[in-house]
């Protein structure tokens, strides 16, 4: 079955880069793209960003261009969600999840990411 | 950016009874819109894309409706675990990229 596994909570301080992975099994990882997806406490799903698993290209939310790095590695179907220069409201759940055209299909099951 | 709003905010209803969930699109996104549910401490899961297919495994009492600029899902016979908070999204176009409603919850009356 389809599942994405992402790494553990982190705690960082404002300025700080935090470095979020996600693996994928139960499909051929370059089949499809994956989203980043952040939800900040008691608030809706904010979309951030889209990366093709096959090609590598990305695209960005313009809240988040130039602050946020996606790349993937194919030998691992691991993908990775970099954010950088931390601030407080960046305190958020960050999800993973596979992208259908649009259609976010499966997610992970989130990493909390505090920063404090 | 498009903005998709969501209405009501809170909906109560009884177990068994149908429940009716609006999302509004500030520009026309085709049937480029997918619903989602969460339960509190997990990820959105996957109900409604196109708007209007079932995603793989969701019952036939959830079925969505709309096009252009306003969408429904409507639950029929409501169950225990059809409560929580529903989300529409829309994927028409890029720029700017996917946006969510705010989000309706939806409680046991």
């Known amino acids: 079955q389809v599942q994405l596994v992402q790494s553990g909570a982190e705690v960082k301080k404002p300025g700080a880069s935090v470095k979020v992975s996600c693996e994928a099994s139960?499909?051929?990882?370059?089949?499809?793209?994956l989203s980043w997806v952040r939800q900040a406490p008691g608030q809706g799903p904010e979309w951030m960003g889209w990366?093709?698993?096959?090609?590598?290209?990305?695209k960005f939310a313009q809240n988040f261009q130039g602050r946020v790095t996606l790349t993937t590695d194919t030998s691992t179907n691991t993908a990775y969600m970099e954010l950088r220069s931390l601030k407080s409201d960046d305190t958020a759940m960050y999800y993973c999840?596979?992208?259908?055209?649009?259609?976010?299909?499966?997610w992970g099951q989130g990493t909390m990411v505090i920063v404090s | 950016e498009i903005v998709m709003t969501q209405s009501p905010a809170t909906l109560s209803v009884s177990p068994g009874e149908s429940a009716t969930l609006s999302c509004r699109a500030t520009?026309?996104?085709?049937?480029?819109l997918a619903w989602y549910h969460q339960k509190p401490g997990q990820a959105p899961r996957l109900l409604i894309y196109?708007?209007?297919s079932r995603a793989t495994g969701i019952p036939a009492r959830f079925s969505g409706s709309g096009s252009g600029t306003e969408f429904t899902l409507t639950i029929s016979s409501l169950q225990s675990e059809d409560f929580g908070v529903y989300y529409c999204?829309?994927?028409?176009?890029?720029?700017?990229?996917?946006?969510f409603g705010q989000g309706t919850k939806l409680e046991i009356k």
């Open positions: 990366i093709s698993t096959s090609h590598g290209n990305t």
């Open positions: 139960g499909y051929t990882f370059t089949t499809y793209s």
């Open positions: 196109g708007a209007s």
């Open positions: 999204q829309q994927y028409h176009n890029w720029p700017p990229g996917y946006t």
């Open positions: 999840a596979r992208d259908d055209g649009g259609t976010l299909d499966f």
């Open positions: 520009q026309s996104v085709s049937r480029n």
